[in-house]
């Protein structure tokens, strides 16, 4: 009898020592309270009321925080999302010391560059990482060049923006994984794509994402998410092809019998080649010849 008590009391403890609800939680796992007040100023007011709702992205999707909870529960990888107002805001963006000229000619830059259109999205996601770290990701996008150029090649507009996420909990910090990736979409409003038109950001800094922008004028693009299907809408301008025409001399001497030769200046969007056109003129001989585009 006193054998049956012992191994009873051994194969309780064992199940104890097992049980799941007394093991240490992993991190990735571990459901951490954060004050719904705190949040709030975390997160910064919201311009509007339609936009004040808070919501949590986590692997179910997307839930709304009840306005009665005083406590928002999340795990490592959630993020806690408000929108703070409902269109984009320009803002200004500085030349980083490692960031040359010429990358501007030959593709996508990573980086900022002075100059560029900069656009800070009314987005705001609270989140905490595998370390407890927290952090307040705020997405921007940039527009290259400040708009699109023409390709004689595709009949078409094309150029290069930048998207991606800054903490401003740590601004002075690199590059630092996300513990799940922000996914967005981009789409044009009017004739026109965008390539890849699906991101996935699992990273902060401004070693942003590249997306290439092809349209036949002016367009805008639309940035949406899970947790803001209308969007915000961005305005990407296009720069047009323009031909400038100069006479040397501009004035005719010699009652009329002195010449003056018209010369064309195109810009970068004009491709080598032959080009054709019209020349008109008022009581005057007029010998036009259209030779290859020569750059100025």
């Known amino acids: 009898m006193r054998r049956a008590n012992v191994a009873f ?3 309780t403890a064992a199940q104890v020592l097992v049980s799941p609800a007394l093991q240490p939680q992993p991190a990735a796992t571990r459901i951490r309270p954060f004050d719904r007040s705190r949040i709030e100023r975390v997160l910064g007011a919201s311009a509007t009321a339609d936009t004040a709702t808070l919501k949590v992205v986590n692997r179910a999707g997307v839930q709304l925080v009840s306005s009665s909870a005083d406590t928002i529960r999340v795990t490592a990888g959630d993020f806690i999302f ?3 107002g409902a269109h984009a805001v ?8 490692d960031q040359p000229d ?4 030959h593709g996508p830059s ?6 560029q259109r900069s656009y800070e999205l009314p987005y705001r996601w609270f989140t ?10 705020i997405p921007k996008l940039i527009v290259d060049q400040n708009g699109l150029t023409y390709r004689n090649a595709t009949r078409m507009f094309s150029g290069w923006a930048s998207i991606g996420v800054v903490d401003s909990l740590h601004p002075e910090e690199g590059s630092q994984p996300l513990a799940r990736p922000l996914k967005m979409q981009l789409h044009l409003t009017g004739p026109g794509k965008v390539v890849p038109n ?7 800094s401004l070693d942003y994402d590249s997306v290439e922008i092809s349209a036949s004028d002016s367009v805008t693009v639309r940035v949406t998410t899970a947790t803001d299907p209308e969007g915000v809408l961005i305005p990407v301008q296009v720069y047009r092809p323009r031909v400038k025409l100069y006479a040397l001399p501009s004035v005719l001497q010699a009652f009329g019998l002195g010449t003056s030769v018209i010369s064309n200046s195109a810009t970068g969007a004009c491709a080598r080649g032959h080009h054709t056109g019209d020349v008109s003129h008022t009581d ?6 259209y030779p290859a585009c020569h750059r100025r």
Not at 102 to 105: D, F, I, K, R
Not at 128 to 137: H, I, K, P, S, Y
């Open 90 to 97: 320009r803002d200004t963006v500085r030349r980083l010391p």
């Open 198 to 204: 699906r991101l996935e950001i699992d990273h902060t």
């Open 110 to 115: 990573s980086s900022a560059v002075e100059g």
């Open 284 to 289: 005057a001989k007029c010998s036009p010849s």
């Open 128 to 137: 905490v990482d595998t370390n407890g770290v927290e952090r307040l990701l």
């Open 9 to 11: 009391l051994l194969a």
């Open 102 to 105: 010429s990358s501007l000619l």
């Open 82 to 84: 408000r929108k703070i």
